[in-house]
């Protein structure tokens, strides 16, 4: 399922596309913008998105065969709900 497929079912119940567009777009933002603050997002039901950062890594560039440092990135980790196949 993409985001106009959100979109398109949620458009029968709203009055209009338009309408529904702004909505998942206003969701999709909220919850983007409480992940980059660092913030958990836990939907009940569904599950949870969290930040973590990983660890340096050593790396080798494959190309020169030189050695490098990988700097920590942050990444966001989903986690289902107990209930979320039931």
């Known amino acids: 399922m993409t985001k106009n497929d959100i979109i398109a079912v949620l458009s029968k119940t709203l ?5 529904a ?13 409480s992940l980059k603050n660092g913030n958990k ?4 039901g569904f599950g949870s998105f969290n930040v973590f950062e990983t660890k340096i ?8 065969g030189e050695n490098l ?7 966001v980790r989903f986690k289902q709900s107990k209930d979320f196949f039931r």
């Open 57 to 64: 890594k050593k790396g080798r560039n494959p190309k020169t």
């Open 21 to 33: 567009c702004a909505i998942v777009n206003k969701v999709f933002e909220e919850i983007s913008n």
């Open 41 to 44: 997002v836990v939907i009940t």
């Open 69 to 75: 440092i990988i700097a920590p990135i942050k990444k």
């Open 15 to 19: 009055s209009s596309k338009k309408e």
